[in-house]
C-alpha cells in the first residue's frame, strides 16, 4: 500500500484574491507545501505585501495585481505565470465579493455586480485556466481547479439571496467544468469549496447583516445566534479553508472531481 502524496512540492498554482482573508491563507499554505506561487489582487499593493512577506521564509511567491473582471487581465496572469513560474498545475479561484441585505431591498445594480464578480471571474478563471492547463496548452500537464464558493450556494440563508445565488452558480459551473474537462481527456480535476462563517473582514459582514435586516437586535445577538448554529462552537479560519485547497491541489486528490468540499464546523449538518 502506498502512501498518500499530500505535499504539492514541484507545482506552480496561482491564487487569486490572495490579499488577504482565505485568499492569502491559501497562497501561503500551498507555498508552504512546496508549491511556487502566483498571488493575485485588485489591491496589487496588499499582494504584493503578502509576497513579500512569504519571501522571508525562502518561498517562491510573486504577485501581480489583477481584476478578476478583466479577460485580458487573465491572460496577462496565465502567461506571466507559466512563463515565470515554469507553469500552472493549481487554480485557487478566489476572489469575490459579498452582497447583503434582503431580496427586496437590493438594487439590481448590486445583484449584477455581485454576480459580475463571483460568477464572471470563475468561467474566466477556468477558461485562462483550462487553455493553459490541457494537453496541448501553454503548461500541458493537467491540474487542478478550486472554487471558492459558500455554504450559501448549498442551502438558503437569510440576507444572502444575491450572494447565495451566485455561490450556487459557482457550484453547478463547477460540476460541469468537472464532466466536459473529463470526457475531453484533459487531465483537469475541478471541485468547488463552501467555507462556513469564516473569521474574515467578510464573515464579519455576515453578522453585521443579520442585524441590518432585522433577524437579530445587536452584534451580541448575531455572534449568540451563529455560534448557536455550528455544532464546533467557533468561527472557521482561513487555514481550515486553505488545508482543503492544499489536500485538492495535491496527488491525494487525484480521484475527485465534479466535487464540494464543505468546511463550515458542521453548520449545515444540523
Same mark, same amino acid.
Given at each position: 500500500m502506498t502512501a498518500l502524496d499530500l505535499s504539492v512540492k514541484g507545482k506552480v498554482a496561482l491564487v487569486t484574491g490572495a490579499a488577504g482573508g482565505i485568499g492569502s491563507a491559501c497562497a501561503s499554505a500551498l507555498a508552504h507545501a512546496g508549491a511556487k506561487v502566483m498571488a493575485t489582487?485588485?489591491?496589487?499593493?496588499?499582494?504584493?505585501?503578502?509576497?513579500?512577506?512569504?519571501?522571508?521564509?525562502?518561498?517562491?511567491?510573486?504577485?501581480?495585481?489583477?481584476?478578476?473582471?478583466?479577460?485580458?487581465?487573465?491572460?496577462?496572469?496565465?502567461?506571466?505565470?507559466?512563463?515565470?513560474?515554469?507553469?500552472?498545475?493549481?487554480?485557487?479561484? #478566489?476572489?469575490?465579493?459579498?452582497?447583503?441585505?434582503?431580496?427586496?431591498?437590493?438594487?439590481?445594480?448590486?445583484?449584477?455586480?455581485?454576480?459580475?464578480? #463571483?460568477?464572471?471571474?470563475?468561467?474566466?478563471?477556468?477558461?485562462?485556466?483550462v487553455l493553459a492547463m490541457k494537453p496541448d496548452g501553454a503548461a500541458g500537464n493537467g491540474g487542478s481547479i478550486i472554487n471558492i464558493s459558500s455554504v450559501a450556494g448549498l442551502v438558503g440563508v437569510p440576507g444572502h439571496t444575491a450572494y447565495g445565488s451566485t455561490k450556487g452558480a459557482v457550484r453547478l459551473y463547477t460540476k460541469h467544468?468537472?464532466?466536459?474537462?473529463?470526457?475531453?481527456?484533459?487531465?483537469?480535476?475541478? #471541485?468547488?469549496?463552501?467555507?462556513?462563517?469564516?473569521?474574515?473582514?467578510?464573515?464579519?459582514?455576515?453578522?453585521?447583516d443579520l442585524v441590518d435586516i432585522g433577524l437579530v437586535g445587536s452584534p451580541e445577538e448575531a455572534n449568540e445566534y451563529i455560534m448557536g448554529l455550528i455544532p464546533q462552537g467557533r468561527l472557521g479560519t482561513s487555514e481550515d479553508v486553505a488545508g482543503t485547497v492544499v489536500f485538492l491541489g495535491s496527488e491525494a486528490a487525484s480521484y475527485i472531481t465534479g466535487a464540494e468540499f464543505v468546511v463550515d464546523g458542521g453548520l449545515t449538518a444540523t
Open positions: 489582487d485588485i489591491d496589487g499593493k496588499a499582494c504584493e505585501a503578502v509576497a513579500y512577506s512569504l519571501h522571508a521564509h525562502d518561498l517562491t511567491v510573486e504577485s501581480m495585481q489583477q481584476d478578476v473582471c478583466d479577460e485580458a487581465r487573465w491572460e496577462e496572469v496565465v502567461d506571466a505565470t507559466v512563463r515565470d513560474l515554469g507553469g500552472l498545475d493549481i487554480l485557487v479561484n #478566489n476572489a469575490g465579493i459579498y452582497q447583503g441585505g434582503t431580496l427586496e431591498s437590493n438594487s439590481l445594480e448590486e445583484v449584477n455586480r455581485v454576480h459580475q464578480v #463571483n460568477v464572471d471571474s470563475i468561467f474566466l478563471g477556468m477558461k485562462y485556466g467544468a468537472a464532466a466536459e474537462f473529463g470526457a475531453l481527456g484533459y487531465g483537469i480535476r475541478v #471541485n468547488s469549496v463552501h467555507p462556513g462563517v469564516i473569521d474574515t473582514e467578510m464573515g464579519a459582514l455576515v453578522f453585521k
